[in-house]
Structures are given as C-alpha cells and as structure tokens.
C-alpha cells in the first residue's frame, strides 16, 4: 500500500498553486518541469472544465484540485512525484507573487521545516531501533563462514559472465549467481518471489531485516527511474524491508542523488566493482552490505564506492 502524503501540506500545495501562478501558461510550465505529463495535464483540464458551472473557463484551483487528485491516486509514483512540486515550492523563488500568494508559500516553509524535523526524529528513534535489534540478533548465533573454493568458483562463473552473447541468459544466470553468493553466506536467499502486480528478483535476511535485491545486468547504466521505482516497491511492503539495487555497469549522472531525495532512505546502491570486492575475497558480501549501510544511515547517501568504505 502506498504512503499517503501528508494532508496539510497536500492543502497548502493546492493553495500555493492555485495563488502563485499569474496564469495558466505559468502553472503549467511549473508543474511540467516538475514532472508532470502533458497528457496528464490536460485529462486535469477536461475533468475541472467539466465541473466549471457559470465560468467562462475553469479556474486554476480546479485545475490544481483535480490534478492533485490524480496524482494521489498514482499510488507511490505519485509520492514521489507531489514531493517533487511540493520541494519547487518550497525552494523556489516566485518574484511576481502576490502577498496572498507569498502568505502561502511561507506557510508552505514552515510546513516543509516541521515534516523535516519529525522525519530526522523518527530517522534517529529507528537507528536506535535498529541498533538494539542487530546486537540482538548478533547475540543469537554466528553466520557459517563461506568456503574460499565456493567463492572462487563464483567469481570464475562471473568472469565469464562478461562475454555472454545472450544478455537474457546473462541475467538470468546473474540472479542465480547472487542466490548461490548469499547460501555461501548463510544469508537464507529466496529467488523469483511472485507479488501482486510485480516480481521480486531475490530476497534474503540479515540482522533484524529482510532485504529486496533488484539484479540488473545491462548495457548500460541503470537510471534514476528505475531505482525510484524499486524503492516503491520496498516501501510498499513493510517496515523492516529494506532494498539492494545491483547494477554491474553502474548508474546513470545523478541517480544516487534523485533516490536520495526520495525521503525514507531504505534501498542501497551496489555495482560490478562492489562484487569484484566481495568475489575477490576481500570482503564478506555481509560485511560489505553492513558498511554500506551504515554510511547510509550516518551521511545519507545509497552509494559509496568500495574504496571508501
């Protein structure tokens, strides 16, 4: 289920929209920089025309009105996609604002200034949460050690890997290759999970947690689009899941920032020199995973390369 956006900040927004912006045009090429799709927009249009009554021409604040409504019902692609006008707002500098307007968006900052505050106290009260939870569960037993001969053989398979001409099988046999890495580990891996609507490629448990793991094996680097998205997913199922976005050719310019700025951190970035580390023997994939994290937590960035962990 998707996270609903706060209220009074949604009604803030349908305020600041509806009094910001001078005319249509201006509102529209805000919200289009903000991510909006023309065609989205205009089904918002059709339905505020449509309940315009005795106006020559539907007022903004239908437009706002339905278009919030729309967006909201897009699940947690919406989230994302509210958070980036409501940040435009709050960032933004409107010259041509009316005082009403500016009255608004002031509002709209101290809004901004207080869901800041409550999400770095509930970010705190959940690493010390999460920090009682795995000495416990540290207290519990210790993970069987991987065999050297194990992880050379899955180093060989992913060496070769690199010259498969079949790039589906390639990331069929990727996946297998993750699965076989975690066993080694002691990690309980399960592969290929069936959801409503959607497939989890693997997942696994370490501490307190249980960790979604999307594998991409591309051409090309993976794109902010497609980490956005697997974060929906993570969000979607439960507070102790967590997220661990694999791409062997790394990320697109930006990628680490746009899923940073998505709130709620919960997925982590690993790429081919990551594996490399861990397949090469010089690190546990556990180890790095906690490493990872823990940068994660402390200085709120997904991805950190192996030479500064």
């Not at 006008?85 to 960032?91: H, M, P």
């Not at 680097?221 to 199922?237: I, M």
């Amino acid at each position: 289920m998707a996270n609903r956006f706060n209220p009074t900040a949604l009604k803030l927004m349908e305020d600041a929209l509806a009094e910001v912006f001078y005319s249509h045009r201006d509102f529209d090429t805000f919200v289009r920089r903000c991510g909006v799709e023309a065609a989205f927009l205009t089904r918002a249009r059709a339905l505020a025309e449509a309940r315009k009554g005795t106006y020559e021409r539907a007022p903004k604040r239908f437009v706002v009105q339905e278009m919030l409504q729309l967006i909201e019902a897009k699940g947690d692609a919406g989230i994302h996609l509210l958070t980036s006008i409501f940040d435009a707002l709050v960032k933004g500098v409107f010259p041509d604002a009316s005082p009403k307007a500016n009255q608004t968006l002031a509002l709209l900052r101290e809004q901004f200034e207080r869901d800041r505050q409550q999400k770095k106290e509930e970010e705190q009260a959940r690493r010390e949460w999460q920090m009682r939870k795995e000495q416990e569960s540290a207290s519990k037993g210790v993970r069987p050690e991987r065999k050297p001969a194990d992880v050379a053989r899955l180093q060989n398979q992913f060496l070769e890997m690199h010259g498969a001409s079949d790039p589906h099988k390639r990331g069929r046999d990727f996946e297998l290759l993750i699965v076989e890495l975690l066993k080694a580990e002691g990690l309980s891996p399960r592969h290929s999970i069936e959801r409503v609507g959607e497939q989890i490629d693997i997942s696994f448990e370490y501490g307190p947690h249980t960790y979604m793991v999307e594998a991409r094996w591309k051409k090309v680097p993976s794109e902010p689009k497609e980490l956005r998205d697997f974060h929906g997913k993570c969000q979607g199922v439960h507070v102790d899941v967590r997220g661990v976005f694999i791409s062997v050719q790394g990320y697109t310019a930006g990628a680490a920032d746009a899923l940073a700025k998505l709130g709620e951190l919960r997925v982590v970035m690993l790429d081919g020199t990551h594996l490399m580390s861990v397949l090469s023997g010089a690190i546990s994939f556990a180890d790095l995973l906690k490493k990872v994290v823990r940068k994660a937590c402390d200085e709120g960035v997904p991805y950190v390369p192996p030479s500064s962990l």
